[in-house]
């Protein structure tokens, strides 16, 4: 089966830092997307990707849809205190007439204020 | 709008009790996913309801596991003579489509004691 490896992950940084966090498959996807979950809350989606090459923003937060369409990585800049969390990649092979997401295990972000 | 709701937000049950989890998607969403999140862990797919279609039940992880969809709205996730190893965060998404973005719910927190 599929599968999404993401990393790093876990990440100690300061605030005000940029974070950078990555997803790659095995297979080939035709949708990325980010989300965020934080502690007692379902997962809030942050950026979906559909295109290779697409790259989309959504304020402080970039995430890209790589060219080889097996990697995705998520850009956080100016981080703050509440960008605490575990951020997760999802990828889906729609082409392949597939509407199952495969999401990775998670990078836990901790912002030092 | 209102988002996908789910009940109980917890549960405590104990080994051998049958316990039902309720979900409420967006209103107007077709397609309708149960994840179950064990501690640190990524999204495991249980369950894809999608319109009048037959379910994918592929991810159940055995026969105490079922789920309904009636009316095309509201679903129950049943889990029956429930084990230790069934604790976990059951989450609910739903997607205006079988290829959309997946909006979850906050969950419901399972522990069997």
């Known amino acids: 089966g599929q599968q999404l490896n993401q990393s790093p992950q876990s990440m100690f940084i300061q605030e005000g830092e940029d974070v950078s966090m990555n997803c790659t498959s095995s297979?080939?996807?035709?949708?990325w997307l980010w989300y965020k979950q934080e502690p007692g809350e379902g997962p809030v989606l942050l950026i979906a990707l559909y295109k290779a090459g697409e790259l989309t923003s959504n304020g402080r937060l970039t995430a890209q849809f790589g060219i080889t369409r097996k990697d995705s990585f998520l850009n956080i800049s100016a981080s703050i205190p509440s960008d605490v969390g575990i951020y997760f990649c999802?990828?889906?092979?729609?082409?392949?007439?597939?509407?199952?997401?495969?999401f990775g295990k998670g990078t836990k972000l901790s912002v030092i204020p | 709008g209102a988002g996908v709701s789910q009940s109980p937000s917890n549960k405590v049950t104990e080994k051998g009790k049958d316990v039902e989890l309720r979900c409420d998607p967006i209103?107007?969403?077709?397609?309708l996913y149960w994840y179950r999140q064990s501690l640190g862990q990524g999204l495991e797919f249980l369950i894809y309801f999608q319109g009048n279609s037959a379910p994918d039940k592929s991810g159940l992880p055995s026969d105490r596991f079922s789920a309904e969809r009636t009316g095309g709205s509201v679903s129950t996730l049943t889990i029956q003579r429930t084990q230790q190893e069934d604790s976990a965060v059951y989450l609910c998404?739903?997607?205006?489509?079988?290829?959309?973005?997946?909006?979850f719910g906050p969950g419901t927190r399972l522990t069997v004691t």
């Open positions: 209103s107007g969403h077709t397609a």
């Open positions: 999802a990828g889906r092979d729609s082409g392949a007439g597939s509407y199952q997401l495969t």
């Open positions: 998404a739903s997607s205006p489509g079988a290829f959309s973005e997946q909006y």
């Open positions: 297979s080939i996807f035709n949708t």
